[in-house]
Nanobody, 123 residues
């Protein structure tokens, strides 16, 4: 069974940091672009960041640029999202997703999705 599993969420104070992980299983994701999305209660899902298969290209939403860093370790079939200088408005469920090609358009479709991990930032 092909799966993406997120972990690393939790409760942190404003200004703090969290590191999210997205581990793939069932097949290798080393050739795929991986993205992080988030969804806060009552809000639509929004794009956070994406990384291409090699890690050489990354793209971020303006709201997280300079604070979040996406990276990957293909040997571990894992993508990370380092979140620094967290704000209460970063509170959301964070999801990773995979697709065959790197895409930064608004309507990129992803083939695999994880179940999400909750990140809560207190003020």
């Amino acid at each position: 069974q092909v799966q993406l599993l997120e972990s690393g969420g939790g409760l942190v104070q404003a200004g703090g940091s969290l590191r999210l992980s997205c581990v793939g299983s069932g097949r290798t994701f080393s050739g795929d672009a991986i993205a992080w999305f988030r969804q806060a209660p009552g809000k639509e899902r929004e794009f956070v960041a994406t990384i291409n298969w090699s890690g050489g290209r990354t793209y971020y939403a303006d709201s997280v640029k300079g604070r979040f860093t996406i990276s990957r370790d293909n040997a571990k079939n894992t993508v990370y999202l380092q979140m620094n200088s967290l704000k209460p408005e970063d509170t959301a469920a964070y999801y990773c997703a995979a697709r065959a090609g790197y895409c930064t358009d608004d309507n990129c479709r992803y083939d695999y999705w994880g179940q999400g991990t909750q990140a809560t930032v207190s003020s």
